[in-house]
């Protein structure tokens, strides 16, 4: 089992719908991040976030560190959102490694 | 001007070979990293440096060698390249651990 689980695999929603990619993590953790790959394979850091919700554009990242939980939001989806979504647990002082989930990959229909 | 930039893009190489992938960012970040991206499109951490030294190394075959000349470069150098490295490598970098990643564009390496 990964130590860090995202769900759903696979994703494909209508232009303008609500969008929810959820992130569970069994390891300790000093941050949760967020990424976004496109299809041309390159990698942008969305969120870095220990606590609360952090919000940028029509993004919306919250944590739940009690639940070892992590939600990344889309609101109104366009089909440039599509790409691989991927969060990744950082480790604790000392071990500041990052542990990827396997993806989320997330297509908008126009 | 680019932040994290990796050369060459792409890498085919017969297996056997010795290759290196660059890495130089221009940021100013204490903390570089190397990850590698299998066919299953799963990113996994291979090496860390702060400010030259080496702070994590993974399970890596020993064919794989981390170079900091200085904090702005860490290159990868690949012994003995085998079929199972093709991948794509990232390089990354981060001013401390309270802050972000800068991702480079990626290595795709195709061992032949």
């Known amino acids: 089992k990964n130590e860090v689980e995202q769900s759903p695999q696979n994703l494909t929603a209508q232009e303008g719908e609500f969008i929810t990619i959820n992130c569970s993590y069994s390891v300790g953790i000093s941050a949760l991040h967020w990424l976004q790959q496109h299809p041309g394979g390159g990698i942008v850091s969305l969120f870095m976030l220990s606590s609360g919700k952090k919000k940028h554009g029509r993004l919306i990242a919250t944590i739940n560190i009690q639940e070892k939980h992590s939600s990344l939001h889309i609101t109104a989806s366009h089909p440039r959102d599509s790409a691989v979504y991927i969060c990744a647990a950082q480790g604790g002082f000392g071990n500041e490694k990052l542990t990827f989930g396997t993806g989320t990959r997330l297509t908008i229909i126009p | 001007d680019t932040a994290v930039s990796q050369t060459p893009k792409y890498l085919v190489t017969q297996m056997g070979n010795d290759k290196s992938i660059k890495c130089e960012q221009n940021?100013?970040?204490?903390?570089m990293y190397w990850y590698k991206q299998d066919s299953k499109k799963f990113l996994k951490i291979m090496f860390s440096y702060n400010n030259k030294e080496l702070i994590i190394n993974e399970t890596v075959p020993n064919r794989f060698s981390p170079k900091s000349p200085d904090k702005a470069h860490l290159n990868l150098h690949i012994n003995s390249l085998e079929l199972g490295d093709s991948a794509v490598y990232f390089c990354a970098s981060s001013p401390d651990r309270a802050s972000g990643y800068t991702f480079g564009s990626g290595t795709r390496l195709t061992v032949v």
């Open positions: 940021l100013g970040h204490d903390t």
